[in-house]
């Protein structure tokens, strides 16, 4: 895990070093007139130079023309790039390994406060989404592999093609439409996790009104998310079914049920088991992004994107620092589970 770690990180440092636009340039194009009230952060003797300088500098980034090679060396300085990308990277990991994740470039939190301010949003989607999505497809699909071919299996195969083919994020528009306001019903809020007045409100109507408020975000997110683990839940029961040991069990006078159950569950469960962390990742940090835009949901995903937009590196790489930890130990979860599901599996034994 560390050596996965450490080279995600590298990997994605040297990316986005290279990507133009970063924050020294951001703020060169705001003190050149885009944005002049941002030069107060530099204090007063560098409002000074930059209402007199009028040299042309040799600095390699774009529109410092014109401002005083003084001036982009302390703003090179206010945010880290007077060192060189080495020094960065390796000063970021150690305060990495200590937990200090820094501070926002444009906004005046720490990315620890900006990430626990977001989480609630994310792990509302993500959280109820996968768990919707499970307690769906799971059944779903074991029920499309033992009437396979039959009505059911092609009649919710239509269904799921179809919530398959459609984007989550135009679902949600659609969603909106009929639902929130758009043109036809008024049912359900437009934005935010939460009413005005939750705090004034008893324990059951917070609750009524948290759900309230995630209803349609959460349809959104399963409409599309249940198609691909039902699918892949039938075919891994299919195969199974299929294979001799459930031939030789149901000779023995097995049932039906006692055998799907008792035999073929838990081998067909391994391959749904391997890709929870992979889902569950997936909904919370991806998927959600444009649902959190359409419902005006103020989450991670949409953190993380303005992120990028600004090139706002503190967030950047503490977010992926956290995520990424939590998508590892979301896999050593899974591969314990492996052996839990099925004592068979040895890791160790392959050596």
Known sequence: MIPTLFGILLLNFAIVQSAPGGPVEQMIAQLEGMESNTASRLGGSARAEISSSQSNSNSNYRGAQGLDPELVAEIEKLYGFDKPPTERFLTMIKNYVMLDFGDSFFRDKTVIELIVEKMPVSISLGLWSTLIIYLISIPLGIRK?????????????????????????????????????????????LRGLTSP??????????????FWHLALPITANVIGGFATLTMLTKNSFLDEIGKQYVVTAKAKGLTDKQVLYGHVFRNAMLIVIAGFPSALITVFFTDSLLIEVVFSLDGLGLLGFESVLKRDYPVIFGTLFIFTIIGLLLQLISDITYTLVDPRIDFEARD
């Open 145 to 189: 592999a033992v009437t396979n071919g039959e009505r059911f299996d092609v009649w919710t195969s239509s269904v799921i093609i179809v919530g398959y083919a459609i984007p989550g994020f135009l679902f949600a528009i659609l969603l909106i439409v009929l639902f929130a306001g758009g043109s036809f019903l008024n049912w359900f809020p």
């Open 197 to 210: 007045n939750f705090d004034e409100l008893s324990l059951f109507g917070q609750i009524v009104d948290y």
